[in-house]
């Protein structure tokens, strides 16, 4: 399988590059709160479930957001 990625180290940054139309924006979006929350649970020893929750609030919060820039449609 070829990978339709790449992944290089920079410094303090981590870089993912992918194909423009292989994701949309909020795939990508919601894919890096996952790893946000993922990293926070471990660090925390956060349980599952507290994660799913803090997840889910941080996905309704980045939709009232979209929502609010599209002037509440």
Do not use: C, H
């Not at 290089?8 to 979006?29: G, K, T």
């Not at 889910?56 to 919060?61: G, H, K, L, P, R």
Request: aromatic residues 6%; hydrophobic residues 40%.
């Amino acid at each position: 399988m070829i990978a339709t990625y790449q992944v290089s180290v920079e410094q303090d940054s981590i870089l993912v590059r992918v194909p423009a139309n292989l994701f949309d924006r909020d795939e990508i979006v919601r894919f890096l709160d996952y790893l946000e929350v993922e990293t926070i649970r471990r660090r925390s020893q956060m349980t599952r479930a507290a994660a799913e929750q803090l997840a889910a609030e941080i996905d309704e919060t980045s939709w009232d957001q979209v929502q609010a820039r599209m002037g509440g449609k």
